[in-house]
């Protein structure tokens, strides 16, 4: 298993991290397989989808503040209800098949953390099997 930090500069935001997915499967030395992605905490998720347009990622998030509002009736003390939802609504792991010791993704795919209460600085653990 191999992890590494991701620090997020927003409150709510996608970062790419395809590469170091990628890294890290390289690093495991495993060339056929799958790779499992998680995320550690309760208010960020992980996602797979387009990494062409970034206009993808603002309607993903315009449309989840829609149906998940930041200010709405919440009993959670805290504050942060609605990235706990998000979360939970993105996922908190994503599988890839790994091939020729990459993951296999098509042509406008990127692996995405999905930051709901940053900025903050996120775990993510990759488990590859071969």
């Excluded at 890294?23 to 060339?31: D, F, K, M, Y």
């Excluded at 599988?95 to 296999?104: Q, S, W, Y």
Aim: charged share 20%.
């Amino acid at each position: 298993m191999r992890n590494f930090s991701v620090p997020t500069g927003q409150r709510t935001c996608f970062v790419d991290i395809t590469s170091d997915v990628s890294r890290a499967i390289r690093e495991c030395g495993v060339s056929e397989g799958l790779a499992v992605v998680f995320v550690s905490h309760t208010t960020a998720g992980v996602t797979i989808n387009e990494n062409a347009d970034p206009s993808v990622r603002r309607d993903i998030i315009a449309h989840l503040e829609k149906a998940v509002p930041d200010r709405g009736d919440y009993d959670h003390a805290e504050g942060n209800s609605p990235a706990h939802i998000k979360a939970s609504m993105m996922g908190s792991s994503v599988t890839v098949i790994v091939a020729n010791g990459k993951p296999v993704l098509g042509t406008w795919q990127a692996i995405y953390l999905c930051e709901f209460d940053g900025p903050r600085t996120r775990n993510v653990f990759v488990e590859v099997r071969g």
